[in-house]
């Protein structure tokens, strides 16, 4: 399995899951999706613990897949850069978090913007990783292991030079 669909089958059902957890904590009634979000930004030791969580994954995801092509690829490399980004505003300007987060959680078009980004984020990211699910495709083994460890190969006798 390449680097791109590995980090997809990784990203695309946690985005997925962000994106509906977010819509239905908006929809549902007595759940107070917003107030949550409040204490979130009003915690500063979760605002650093994301910053960290999210410069990590960004870093890994760029150092493992920075491929600039125009295909479904691209939208990991970009996520990985902003993830990266999100990790340094966070842990560099952890005091603006507030302010930025209220005008968001202000309006519930913002916070379903953001549902419906990481929705159609995951499911993109969903159907490309598991891509050999839909097409009914059996998946490819990896044959790294196989390699390495010399399993599969056939000896050939050598010829004695006279």
């Keep these: 399995m390449n680097t791109s669909k590995y980090i997809a089958r990784l990203m695309g059902p946690v985005l997925l899951i962000i994106g509906i957890g977010m819509a239905f904590g908006l929809m549902i009634e007595g759940s107070d999706y917003s107030s949550l979000m409040k204490e979130f930004m009003g915690n500063r030791a979760v605002i650093f613990l994301t910053g960290v ?4 994954a960004g870093v890994a995801i760029v150092n ?6 125009p ?8 996520l990985g850069w902003l993830f990266v980004l999100r990790g340094i505003m966070l842990l560099v ?3 603006a978090v507030p302010g930025v987060g209220d005008h968001i959680v202000a309006s519930e078009r913002g916070v379903m913007a953001g549902a419906a980004v990481n929705f159609v ?7 490309m990783g598991y891509e050999h699910l839909w097409a009914g495709k059996p998946r490819r083994r990896s044959t790294a292991g196989a390699r390495s460890s010399g399993a599969g190969r056939t000896k050939r006798p050598r010829r004695r030079r006279s």
């Design 53 to 56: 969580l999210a410069l990590l």
């Design 71 to 78: 295909d479904w690829r691209l939208i990991v490399t970009i």
């Design 93 to 95: 300007f952890p005091a």
């Design 64 to 69: 493992a897949h920075n491929v600039w092509v």
């Design 121 to 127: 984020l995951g499911a993109i990211l969903c159907i």
